[in-house]
């Protein structure tokens, strides 16, 4: 079965104002299936918005190929590509209130895609965007009103809507909670959950929390300095990690269980992350991997099957 989107050894590098080169992307290849979600973690700093940006359009990669229910998408955007794109791939982004332009009323905002994208009535416009607020929790009358007069929780709502109103059916979700409250998250992730389930979308979910990660997505991708680590079914990556990295992300999740957390396993991890300025040759994590050998300094590992429905790249993993 061809998947809804596959990313093939994609790469997205930014050269500074000295002339080095930052590998936010590092030759990444990933396949999301139609009507499922993918969790996508890793620390601050490991290329996911990156990733989540070039699936969307917004950053053009250095080299690599993205496939769309078996077509690859342009390499560089230009207007029509957008348009096109749009009706497919939409992003809700990290912080609700910076990409929700503090001039423009909800209702500009929501009928603002539908305007770009085919012109068509300003009260048919109007009408579906009521419509949105109504399904996302907030009510038409809402549509006079400026971002800056909602709650954090209802500007990311507003956002959800925003992106979905063109009808998409891969979406990108860079961690749409972290900028949140923590009572207003699970309202949040219950939201996206419905939607899901109602519209059929695919979501990439990009985030910090493994355990929400591990509560919506069928499966995950670890990322860390640009590069994929370990993949594999949710349940399967969170009760047996394989790769080093993937277990010390595990082991620092909180536990509300008192006994099991005193039962976890402690991993512990040493060193600094390598500057994205001055990537070494061997495996990323080496710097900070209680196991690494000699071979893990020198030669960087693959990305490869080691177990059913699992991969993962580590030299120490048979």
Not at 146 to 168: M, N
Not at 182 to 201: K, P
């Amino acid at each position: 079965m061809t998947p809804l989107l596959e990313i093939r050894a994609l790469h997205t590098h930014f050269r500074t104002a000295r002339g080095q080169t930052v590998r936010a992307v590092d030759g990444v290849s990933l396949a999301i299936a139609r009507d499922t979600v993918t969790g996508l973690v890793g620390e601050s700093g490991s290329g996911k918005s990156t990733l989540g940006k070039t699936l969307a359009g917004l950053l053009a990669p250095s080299a690599g190929e993205i496939l769309y229910a078996g077509r690859p998408l342009p390499r560089r955007h230009r207007p029509a590509d957008f348009r096109r794109q749009a009706r497919a791939i939409q992003m809700i982004f990290q912080d609700p209130y910076a990409s929700l332009n503090p001039r423009m009323t909800v209702g500009e905002i929501l009928c603002e895609p539908l305007r770009l994208q085919d012109g068509g009535a300003r009260r048919e416009h109007r009408e579906l965007a009521a419509h949105w607020l109504e399904r996302v929790g907030l009510a038409a009358g809402h549509m006079g009103r400026y971002p800056h007069e909602f709650s954090g929780g209802q500007r990311q709502r507003i956002g959800i809507a925003r992106a979905l109103i063109p009808g998409p059916e891969f979406v990108v979700c860079d961690e749409p909670i972290s900028a949140l409250d923590v009572s207003v998250q699970a309202q949040i992730v219950n939201l996206l959950e419905e939607l899901r389930a109602s519209l059929g979308l695919t979501l990439l979910f990009i985030a910090h929390d493994l355990a929400m990660v591990r509560h919506l997505s069928q499966r995950i991708a670890v990322m860390y300095l640009g590069r994929l680590v370990e993949e594999g079914p949710a349940e399967a990556l969170w009760s047996a990690p394989l790769h080093p990295y993937t277990q010390l992300l595990v082991a620092a999740n909180p536990e509300p269980d008192p006994r099991a957390a005193r039962a976890r396993a402690h991993v512990p991890a040493s060193g600094e992350p390598p500057s994205p300025l001055d990537a070494a040759p061997g495996c990323g994590f080496a710097t900070r991997c209680p196991l690494a050998t000699g071979r893990c300094h020198g030669e960087a590992p693959q990305l490869r099957p080691v177990a059913e429905g699992r991969l993962a790249a580590c030299h120490l993993i048979r």
